[in-house]
Each structure stands twice: as structure tokens, then as C-alpha cells.
T-cell receptor, first 111, second 112 residues
Framework: QKEVEQDPGPLSVPEGAIVSLNCTYS??????FMWYRQYSRKGPELLMY????GNKEDGRFTAQVDKSSKYISLFIRDSQPSDSATYLC???????????FGAGTTVTVRA | DTAVSQTPKYLVTQMGNDKSIKCEQN?????MYWYKQDSKKFLKIMFS???????INETVPNRFSPKSPDKAHLNLHINSLELGDSAVYFC???????????FGPGTRLTVL
């Protein structure tokens, strides 16, 4: 079993829809949680960074962490065609230097 | 004003050759990384340096050797290239180990 599980999709939604992405994990020591967006043939870019449980909002993006369920989510409101990309979750524990990545979910927002 | 840059962007070479990929960051970060992304988009950490000291050394063939001449540079040298080395290699940097990372544009390596 992989340490971080993420549904690879693909996910196709109409413009304006809410996109819901999630990851589950097995390591209860994970404390830091991130979402990266990767456009085709580009490097990943950091979208959201959260510590421990709770919600964080940044514009149209909301990240949620539920440590009790070992489950994290990213919501994209009012999705735009420019949101079409692969979204990767990543996480780490306090005493580890390396990030554990999910496999990425490919999202297409149709105009 | 590129934050993390890599050269070359594309690299096509024959099996058995030796090649290097260079990475530079101008963010003043202390930590740099090399990742390999396979055709299924899975990102796998290979190495990380913090203040020029190796802190992550994952199980990769010893044909791969990182070199950090200073905090702003981390190069990757690959000996005796094999078909399975074909992938996109990303360099990244962060202020400190494990924090949110800035990625470079990637180097697409194709071994024929």
C-alpha cells in the first residue's frame, strides 16, 4: 500500500463547477500538507500549505485537513479552463525532510 | 528573474553515455532537491542538500551523483545512461528542509 493515495482521474467538469480533490494517507505522523498544481510540461507550483487539521482558504481554493480520518481535500470554486492541470498532494512529518507525494489527479475544466 | 532554472530543458542521448543536468536558484534558499517524474506523473525524491550537505539520499542507482558546489547550485550527473532513466527530472528548492518547494521547469531526458 502506498503511503499517499490519490485518485488519478481524469476529472472533467464544466466551467463554473466546484472541483473536489482528495488524498488519503497512512502515516499518522504527517503534520504538514500541501497541494501543488502542475500544468502540462511545466514544473509543479505550490498552491496551498497547511499545518495539522483545519481549513485554509485562498481565493477560489480551499484546503481541508482531517487528521483523524487521514484525509485531505482541495476544493476549487467557480472553476475556470485555466484551472485545467494535474493537482498533486504532498505531506510530511515534523522529523522528516522529505515530502511524500500522491500520484496526481488530472483535471480538465470545459469552457 | 527566474527563481529555479535548469539546463538543458531537453536532453536526448544514447544508452551508455554520461550526462549532467544543472540547476540554479536565486531565491536565497538553503535546501535543494532532485526529483524524478515518470510517465505516470509520479514524483519521486532522489536527493536533497541543505547548506551543501547531503540530507536525503534515496535508493537510486549509484550511477546518479549529485554535486552542490554552493547553496545556489545543485547539479546531477548520470553515468552509463539506461533506457529506464528516461523521465523528467525536476530540481526544487525551499527555505528549509521539507517546507513548500519551488520547482524548476524540468529536464526531459530521453535515452535511446
Amino acid at each position: 500500500q502506498k503511503e499517499v493515495e490519490q485518485d488519478p482521474g481524469p476529472l472533467s467538469v464544466p466551467e463554473g463547477a466546484i472541483v473536489s480533490l482528495n488524498c488519503t494517507y497512512s502515516n499518522s505522523a504527517f503534520q504538514y500538507f500541501m497541494w501543488y498544481r502542475q500544468y502540462s510540461r511545466k514544473g509543479p507550483e505550490l498552491l496551498m500549505y497547511t499545518y495539522s487539521s483545519g481549513n485554509k482558504e485562498d481565493g477560489r481554493f480551499t484546503a481541508q485537513v482531517d487528521k483523524s480520518s487521514k484525509y485531505i481535500s482541495l476544493f476549487i470554486r467557480d472553476s475556470q479552463p485555466s484551472d485545467s492541470a494535474t493537482y498533486l498532494c504532498a505531506m510530511k512529518s515534523s522529523n522528516d525532510y522529505k515530502l511524500s507525494f500522491g500520484a496526481g489527479t488530472t483535471v480538465t475544466v470545459r469552457a | 528573474d527566474t527563481a529555479v532554472s535548469q539546463t538543458p530543458k531537453y536532453l536526448v542521448t544514447q544508452m551508455g553515455n554520461d550526462k549532467s543536468i544543472k540547476c540554479e536558484q536565486n531565491l536565497g534558499h538553503d535546501t535543494m532537491y532532485w526529483y524524478k517524474q515518470d510517465s505516470k506523473k509520479f514524483l519521486k525524491i532522489m536527493f536533497s542538500y541543505n547548506n551543501k550537505e547531503l540530507i536525503i539520499n534515496e535508493t537510486v542507482p549509484n550511477r546518479f551523483s549529485p554535486k552542490s558546489p554552493d547553496k545556489a547550485h545543485l547539479n546531477l550527473h548520470i553515468n552509463s545512461l539506461e533506457l529506464g532513466d528516461s523521465a523528467v527530472y525536476f530540481c526544487a528548492s525551499s527555505l528549509e528542509p521539507g517546507r513548500g518547494q519551488n520547482f524548476g521547469p524540468g529536464t526531459r531526458l530521453t535515452v535511446l
